[in-house]
C-alpha cells in the first residue's frame, strides 16, 4: 500500500509563487520504479483536472492552462514529487491532489487571491 501526502499549499497573492510537494511512503522501494506522477487539481463546483505528470524517467507533460508557469519534478531519492508554481492566477485556486496509479494523496489547498 502507498501513501502520499501533499502540503505547501496556502493563501498567495496573483503573481505569486508556491511549491507543492507530495511524499509517498509505504510498500515502494523508489518512486522511480513505480510509473508515472502527477498532479491534479479540483476546483469548487468543477471535476478534478490533470495539472501535470511526469514519467519514471522524468518526461513531463502539462495543461495547456499551466505550461510556462508550472513544473513538476522528482527527487526519486526522497520519494518526493514537486509542483513549483509560479505567476499563480485566481484560476488556480483549487484543491491540489498527488496521484500515483490507484493512490491519492488527501490534497493541499491553494488559494490565489486576485
Known amino acids: 500500500q502507498v501513501q502520499l501526502v501533499e502540503s505547501g499549499g496556502g493563501l498567495v497573492q496573483a503573481g505569486g509563487s508556491l511549491r507543492l510537494s507530495c511524499v509517498a511512503s509505504?510498500?515502494?522501494?523508489?518512486?522511480?520504479?513505480?510509473?508515472?506522477m502527477g498532479w491534479y487539481r479540483q476546483a469548487p463546483g468543477k471535476q478534478r483536472e490533470l495539472v501535470a505528470t511526469?514519467?519514471?524517467?522524468?518526461?513531463?507533460n502539462y495543461v495547456d492552462s499551466v505550461k510556462g508557469r508550472f513544473t513538476i519534478s522528482r527527487d526519486n531519492a526522497k520519494n518526493t514529487v514537486y509542483l513549483q508554481m509560479n505567476n499563480l492566477k485566481s484560476e488556480d485556486t483549487a484543491v491540489y491532489y498527488c496521484?500515483?496509479?490507484?493512490?491519492w494523496g488527501q490534497g493541499t489547498l491553494v488559494t490565489v487571491s486576485s
Open positions: 496521484n500515483l496509479g490507484i493512490n
Open positions: 511526469i514519467s519514471s524517467g522524468g518526461s513531463t
Open positions: 509505504g510498500t515502494i522501494f523508489r518512486i522511480n520504479t513505480m510509473g508515472t
